[in-house]
Protein backbone atom coordinates (compact mmCIF):
# COMPACT_ATOMS: atom_id res chain seq x y z
CA UNK A 1 0.00 0.00 0.00
CA UNK A 2 0.91 3.86 -0.23
CA UNK A 3 3.54 5.05 2.66
CA UNK A 4 5.24 8.17 3.46
CA UNK A 5 8.41 8.22 5.24
CA UNK A 6 9.84 11.25 6.91
CA UNK A 7 13.00 12.18 8.66
CA UNK A 8 12.91 12.06 12.58
CA UNK A 9 12.81 15.25 14.47
CA UNK A 10 12.95 17.47 16.37
CA UNK A 11 14.68 19.72 14.19
CA UNK A 12 16.58 22.61 15.52
CA UNK A 13 17.92 25.32 13.94
CA UNK A 14 19.02 28.92 14.31
CA UNK A 15 16.71 32.09 12.95
CA UNK A 16 18.14 32.26 8.96
CA UNK A 17 19.43 28.90 9.14
CA UNK A 18 18.51 26.77 5.84
CA UNK A 19 16.16 24.02 6.21
CA UNK A 20 15.72 20.75 4.36
CA UNK A 21 12.91 18.03 5.81
CA UNK A 22 13.42 14.47 3.80
CA UNK A 23 10.41 12.47 2.58
CA UNK A 24 10.40 9.74 0.21
CA UNK A 25 6.99 7.65 -0.31
CA UNK A 26 6.04 4.57 -1.93
CA UNK A 27 2.81 3.86 -4.06
CA UNK A 28 1.34 2.76 -7.48
CA UNK A 29 0.58 5.48 -10.27
CA UNK A 30 1.04 8.91 -10.13
CA UNK A 31 0.16 10.33 -6.66
CA UNK A 32 0.02 14.01 -5.91
CA UNK A 33 2.11 15.25 -3.02
CA UNK A 34 1.90 17.44 -0.24
CA UNK A 35 2.83 19.63 2.46
CA UNK A 36 1.09 20.11 6.07
CA UNK A 37 2.03 21.85 8.73
CA UNK A 38 0.69 22.05 12.34
CA UNK A 39 1.04 24.71 14.53
CA UNK A 40 0.41 23.84 18.70
CA UNK A 41 -3.07 23.62 19.07
CA UNK A 42 -4.44 23.85 15.71
CA UNK A 43 -5.42 21.34 12.87
CA UNK A 44 -3.36 20.60 9.96
CA UNK A 45 -3.07 23.07 7.33
CA UNK A 46 -2.13 22.71 3.65
CA UNK A 47 1.20 24.18 3.17
CA UNK A 48 1.98 23.61 -0.84
CA UNK A 49 1.15 20.74 -3.28
CA UNK A 50 2.58 19.03 -6.43
CA UNK A 51 0.65 17.20 -8.86
CA UNK A 52 2.90 15.64 -11.10
CA UNK A 53 6.82 14.70 -11.96
CA UNK A 54 8.95 17.73 -11.50
CA UNK A 55 6.37 20.11 -10.39
CA UNK A 56 8.04 22.58 -7.76
CA UNK A 57 5.26 23.52 -5.51
CA UNK A 58 6.19 26.71 -2.91
CA UNK A 59 4.36 28.63 -0.66
CA UNK A 60 5.62 31.33 2.49
CA UNK A 61 9.21 31.25 1.21
CA UNK A 62 8.92 27.26 1.49
CA UNK A 63 9.50 25.09 -1.94
CA UNK A 64 9.45 21.01 -2.30
CA UNK A 65 9.98 19.46 -6.02
CA UNK A 66 8.04 16.18 -7.03
CA UNK A 67 11.42 13.83 -8.12
CA UNK A 68 9.98 10.83 -9.29
CA UNK A 69 13.54 9.20 -9.97
CA UNK A 70 14.02 9.19 -6.46
CA UNK A 71 10.42 9.32 -5.44
CA UNK A 72 11.11 11.95 -3.09
CA UNK A 73 9.11 15.31 -2.13
CA UNK A 74 11.98 17.26 0.36
CA UNK A 75 10.77 20.46 1.73
CA UNK A 76 13.16 23.53 1.78
CA UNK A 77 13.78 26.70 2.93
CA UNK A 78 16.21 29.13 2.39
CA UNK A 79 15.82 31.30 5.91
CA UNK A 80 13.72 29.57 8.50
CA UNK A 81 12.14 32.19 11.08
CA UNK A 82 11.17 31.35 14.91
CA UNK A 83 7.16 31.41 13.63
CA UNK A 84 7.99 28.50 11.63
CA UNK A 85 8.11 26.32 14.34
CA UNK A 86 5.82 23.74 13.86
CA UNK A 87 5.22 20.09 12.92
CA UNK A 88 5.39 19.50 9.42
CA UNK A 89 3.38 16.54 8.00
CA UNK A 90 4.46 14.73 4.36
CA UNK A 91 1.48 13.26 2.86
CA UNK A 92 0.45 11.70 -0.29
CA UNK A 93 -3.06 11.77 -2.24
CA UNK A 94 -3.70 8.39 -4.49
CA UNK A 95 -6.13 8.09 -7.42
CA UNK A 96 -9.20 6.09 -6.93
CA UNK A 97 -10.48 5.20 -3.60
CA UNK A 98 -7.29 5.65 -1.52
CA UNK A 99 -7.54 8.18 0.86
CA UNK A 100 -4.47 10.75 2.23
CA UNK A 101 -1.56 8.97 3.32
CA UNK A 102 0.25 10.65 6.00
CA UNK A 103 4.22 10.54 7.02
CA UNK A 104 5.00 10.45 10.69
CA UNK A 105 5.26 14.68 11.29
CA UNK A 106 8.56 16.60 11.99
CA UNK A 107 8.96 18.65 14.78
CA UNK A 108 10.51 21.78 13.80
CA UNK A 109 12.06 24.44 16.28
CA UNK A 110 13.55 27.22 15.20
CA UNK A 111 15.64 29.36 17.92
CA UNK A 112 16.07 33.12 18.06
CA UNK B 1 -13.49 32.66 5.31
CA UNK B 2 -14.84 28.72 4.49
CA UNK B 3 -13.44 26.36 7.02
CA UNK B 4 -14.36 22.93 8.67
CA UNK B 5 -16.19 23.20 11.82
CA UNK B 6 -15.67 20.24 14.76
CA UNK B 7 -17.44 20.15 18.29
CA UNK B 8 -16.82 20.33 20.75
CA UNK B 9 -13.25 21.23 20.93
CA UNK B 10 -12.68 19.91 24.19
CA UNK B 11 -14.38 16.57 25.73
CA UNK B 12 -13.50 15.07 29.26
CA UNK B 13 -16.00 11.90 30.09
CA UNK B 14 -15.55 8.68 32.03
CA UNK B 15 -15.11 5.32 30.79
CA UNK B 16 -18.07 3.84 29.58
CA UNK B 17 -19.66 6.70 28.47
CA UNK B 18 -20.90 7.35 24.60
CA UNK B 19 -19.15 10.24 23.00
CA UNK B 20 -20.21 12.05 19.87
CA UNK B 21 -18.05 14.11 17.80
CA UNK B 22 -19.36 16.42 15.29
CA UNK B 23 -18.01 17.68 12.20
CA UNK B 24 -19.30 20.25 9.09
CA UNK B 25 -17.88 20.23 6.09
CA UNK B 26 -16.45 23.01 4.17
CA UNK B 27 -19.85 23.76 1.65
CA UNK B 28 -19.63 21.77 -1.61
CA UNK B 29 -16.84 19.32 -0.69
CA UNK B 30 -17.88 15.22 -1.46
CA UNK B 31 -15.07 14.12 0.62
CA UNK B 32 -14.91 13.71 4.53
CA UNK B 33 -12.17 12.25 6.21
CA UNK B 34 -12.17 11.37 9.80
CA UNK B 35 -8.39 11.01 11.43
CA UNK B 36 -7.10 10.55 15.22
CA UNK B 37 -3.56 12.06 16.51
CA UNK B 38 -1.62 10.80 19.29
CA UNK B 39 2.06 11.22 20.42
CA UNK B 40 2.35 7.17 19.80
CA UNK B 41 0.95 6.78 16.81
CA UNK B 42 1.00 9.75 15.09
CA UNK B 43 -2.08 10.52 11.98
CA UNK B 44 -4.12 7.50 12.03
CA UNK B 45 -6.76 7.37 9.56
CA UNK B 46 -10.13 6.17 10.79
CA UNK B 47 -12.63 6.68 8.19
CA UNK B 48 -13.23 8.62 4.98
CA UNK B 49 -16.39 9.38 2.87
CA UNK B 50 -17.29 10.56 -0.44
CA UNK B 51 -20.61 12.11 -1.23
CA UNK B 52 -21.81 10.62 1.97
CA UNK B 53 -20.78 6.62 1.32
CA UNK B 54 -18.39 5.06 3.48
CA UNK B 55 -15.58 4.47 0.81
CA UNK B 56 -12.94 2.79 4.05
CA UNK B 57 -13.37 2.75 7.54
CA UNK B 58 -11.00 -0.27 7.78
CA UNK B 59 -9.16 1.47 10.49
CA UNK B 60 -11.81 2.49 12.66
CA UNK B 61 -12.24 -0.23 16.29
CA UNK B 62 -15.63 -1.48 14.56
CA UNK B 63 -16.94 -2.91 17.79
CA UNK B 64 -16.31 0.19 19.29
CA UNK B 65 -16.68 3.04 16.46
CA UNK B 66 -18.96 4.30 13.99
CA UNK B 67 -18.96 6.89 11.65
CA UNK B 68 -21.80 8.18 9.75
CA UNK B 69 -22.90 11.09 7.26
CA UNK B 70 -26.97 11.48 7.99
CA UNK B 71 -26.54 14.80 5.60
CA UNK B 72 -23.95 16.66 2.81
CA UNK B 73 -23.24 19.27 5.88
CA UNK B 74 -22.71 16.46 9.31
CA UNK B 75 -20.42 13.97 10.00
CA UNK B 76 -20.97 12.11 12.94
CA UNK B 77 -18.02 10.12 14.97
CA UNK B 78 -19.68 7.70 17.74
CA UNK B 79 -17.77 5.95 20.57
CA UNK B 80 -19.60 3.73 22.52
CA UNK B 81 -18.20 2.47 25.01
CA UNK B 82 -15.41 5.24 25.49
CA UNK B 83 -11.70 3.83 27.08
CA UNK B 84 -8.92 5.52 28.10
CA UNK B 85 -6.99 4.38 25.14
CA UNK B 86 -9.51 6.66 22.70
CA UNK B 87 -8.11 9.43 24.26
CA UNK B 88 -6.50 11.44 21.66
CA UNK B 89 -6.97 14.41 19.12
CA UNK B 90 -9.66 13.60 16.43
CA UNK B 91 -9.37 15.41 13.57
CA UNK B 92 -12.33 16.15 10.66
CA UNK B 93 -11.12 17.02 7.19
CA UNK B 94 -13.13 17.94 4.26
CA UNK B 95 -12.20 17.97 0.81
CA UNK B 96 -13.03 17.87 -3.09
CA UNK B 97 -12.21 14.59 -5.00
CA UNK B 98 -10.88 15.55 -8.64
CA UNK B 99 -8.98 13.73 -10.96
CA UNK B 100 -5.80 13.16 -9.51
CA UNK B 101 -6.09 14.01 -5.69
CA UNK B 102 -8.02 15.31 -3.14
CA UNK B 103 -7.13 17.69 -0.85
CA UNK B 104 -7.92 18.14 2.44
CA UNK B 105 -8.93 21.11 4.58
CA UNK B 106 -8.94 20.22 8.46
CA UNK B 107 -10.92 21.42 11.25
CA UNK B 108 -9.18 22.60 14.60
CA UNK B 109 -9.79 18.96 16.13
CA UNK B 110 -11.69 17.63 18.97
CA UNK B 111 -9.32 16.35 21.99
CA UNK B 112 -10.87 13.87 23.68
CA UNK B 113 -9.58 12.65 27.27
CA UNK B 114 -11.19 9.56 28.76
CA UNK B 115 -10.73 8.89 32.42
Known amino acids: GDSVTQMEGPVTLSEEAFLTINCTYTATGYPSLFWYVQYPGEGLQLLLKATKADDKGSNKGFEATYRKETTSFHLEKGSVQVSDSAVYFCALSGTGRRALTFGSGTRLQVQP | DARVTQTPRHKVTEMGQEVTMRCQPI?????VFWYRQTMMQGLELLAY????????DSGMPKDRFSAEMPDATLATLKIQPSEPRDSAVYFC?????????????FGQGTRLTVV
Open chain 2, 93 to 105: ASGQKRDRDTEAF
Open chain 2, 27 to 31: LGHNT
Open chain 2, 49 to 56: FRNRAPLD
